[in-house]
Structures are given as C-alpha cells and as structure tokens.
C-alpha cells in the first residue's frame, strides 16, 4: 500500500506518453478529420478523467498512510489539473464548432500545457519516490 502511489504515477506517465505520443497522431494520420474529430472528442474527456481518478486515489493513498506532504500536493495538483482539463474540453469543442479559432487555439494548448506539467510532475515523483520515503 505504500508504494501504491508510486504505481499510480507511473500508471499516469505511461497512459499520458501512450495516448500524446501514440493515440491521437495515428488517429489523426489514419483516419479523415471528420471521423477523427469524433473519436477524439471522445477519447479525450476519458483520458482526462482517468488520469484525474488516478491522481485523486493517490492523493487519499497518501493522505491516509503517509507523511510525504510533497507527494500528496504532486497527487492533488495532477487531479486538478486533469480536472481542469476535463472541464474546458466542452468549450474546446464549441470554439472549434463555432470557427473560433483563436479561442480554440488558446484553450487546447491550455490542455497540452496542463497534460505536459501532469507528466512532468508525475515523471518527478517516480525519480525522487525512493529517497523520499
């Protein structure tokens, strides 16, 4: 139980590496923009809520059975992050229904900015567990 947290981030770095790195280019090199825009949207929220559920189960993990203050507040701030995320994405998609563009732009690099400090901190968890604990 105590280095469950430790798996989670590891759990979060390898979703977020996999679906960034693998998922969505292929979608968007395989498939036509119509169709990929659908499956997008619909992969998208999931992987925000997943990664936000996993982050947030950590977060009790830790609350509960350790003392580590820095990786609770790592567990919390990839929740909310995700959470964030998760939350804009119905205005991402009605930016880009709505041709606004520029707002689309904004608002999706938000979500790239806030998935890449997820994996960051998540990535920094994984290398500093062992000497922490």
């Given amino acids: 139980m105590k280095n469950l947290p430790l798996v989670f981030s590891a759990m979060i770095v390898a979703i977020t590496l996999f ?10 090199k395989l498939v036509n923009a119509e169709d990929a825009s ?48 998760y939350l804009i994405t119905p205005m991402i998609n009605e930016a880009k229904d709505s041709l606004n563009d520029q707002l689309w732009t904004l608002l999706h690099l938000l979500t790239i900015i806030l998935t890449f400090i997820t994996l960051i901190i998540n990535t920094l968890t994984i290398v500093y567990w062992k000497s922490a604990c």
Avoid at 19 to 28: C, F, H, M, W
């Fill in 19 to 28: 679906q960034s790195s693998l998922i969505a280019p292929s979608i968007n």
């Fill in 38 to 85: 659908v499956l997008l949207r619909y992969i998208w929220p999931k992987f925000f809520i997943v990664i936000a559920v996993i982050s947030l189960i950590s977060f009790i993990i830790l609350i509960i059975n350790s003392n580590q203050n820095l990786f609770k507040y790592i567990s919390f701030i990839s929740f909310f992050l995700m959470l964030i995320c």
